[in-house]
T-cell receptor, first 119, second 115 residues
């Protein structure tokens, strides 16, 4: 149980174009999804938190107009990198969190990540 | 603000030996959760073990156990009988009470297992 998928796993796009990354919770409903960015040999950097049906909350320094997040349903969140540039090349990881129950750890289940290369 | 510190960028262990990875954190909360995640070369984040702060007993999952010292704000991971498949980045993470339950990650420790 608790499987999260991401699509695509690897994408190459030209500078100036937009690319969409999907994150799906396959066997559970995720009230909250998170998007991270990870540079080589570094930790995960939280970009934004999204709740189903509401606007995403972006971390300080993350451009909301560049990284568009949509959490349209309890099983799907999308991250769109608009007008991508080479500096946006990175590894993007999503995670999904279920509704907390009494005593639950509110742990996050991670997708396998998407490698974005902007040429 | 809460912080998580992993002071060992890299560790090595001989196969079948035991290794301990360190993690310290800073928080003013009394109720929170701590996690260790493993990230192998595939980069898929895998939950290794979790600890609820209100539980005094240290969590254990097969060869993995933690030493949770709440007063010292320390949460180390012990890997016994190390295997080649344990080689990975290990991240310590904290979740506080309330709010959006965002993880605060440490910077990670790269574990090498020597045959």
């Amino acid at each position: 149980g608790a499987v999260v998928s991401q699509h695509p796993s690897w994408v190459i796009c030209k500078s100036g174009t937009s690319v969409k990354i999907e994150c799906r919770s396959l066997d559970f409903q995720a009230t909250t999804m998170f998007w991270y960015r990870q540079f080589p040999k570094q930790s995960l950097m939280l970009m934004a938190t999204s709740n189903e049906g509401s606007k995403a909350t972006y971390e300080q320094g993350v451009e909301k107009d560049k990284f568009l997040i949509n959490h349209a349903s309890l099983t799907l969140s999308t991250l769109t990198v608009t007008s991508a540039h080479p500096e946006d090349s990175s590894f993007y990881i999503c995670s999904a969190q279920t509704v907390g129950t009494s005593g639950s750890a509110h742990e996050q289940y991670f997708g396998p990540g998407t490698r974005l290369t902007v040429t | 603000a809460q912080t998580v510190t992993q002071s060992q960028p890299e560790m090595s262990v001989q196969e079948a030996e035991t290794v301990t990875l360190s993690c310290t954190y800073d928080t003013s909360e009394s109720d929170y959760y701590l996690f260790w995640y493993k990230q192998p070369p595939s980069r898929q984040m895998i939950l290794v073990i979790r600890q609820e702060a209100y539980k005094q007993q240290n969590a254990t999952e097969n060869r993995f156990s933690v030493n949770f010292q709440k007063a010292a704000k320390s949460f180390s991971l012990k890997i016994s009988d190390s295997q080649l498949g344990d080689a990975a980045m290990y991240f310590c993470a904290y979740i506080g009470p309330g709010g959006t339950y965002k993880y605060i990650f440490g910077t990670g420790t790269r574990l090498k297992v020597l045959a």
